[in-house]
């Protein structure tokens, strides 16, 4: 399908001399290349999703870890 490598990020299709198969093909490789940056951008949103969710737990982690803190000092003073 690919007859050698154009540079980086493209290729040139290999040409059979029939116009219309390599229509075809064209075709069907740039919506490949379109399902491709449709797959990618749920995925980042995804990514984003997850990040987000991270730091509101690791925020919350750091909210507890001062809480156990305060209380450590608390009952050190009490003794």
């Known amino acids: 399908m690919f007859a050698d490598q154009a540079g980086w990020g493209t290729s040139v299709v290999a040409s059979t001399g029939d116009v219309v198969k390599d229509a075809m093909k064209k075709e069907k490789v740039i919506r490949d290349i379109l399902a491709f940056q449709d797959d990618l951008r749920v995925l980042l949103d995804r990514v984003k999703m997850v990040e ?16 156990i803190d305060n209380l450590t000092l608390q009952m050190a003073k009490r003794r």
């Open 52 to 67: 987000k969710e991270a730091d509101k737990l690791s925020s919350g982690n750091a909210t507890l870890q001062m809480y």
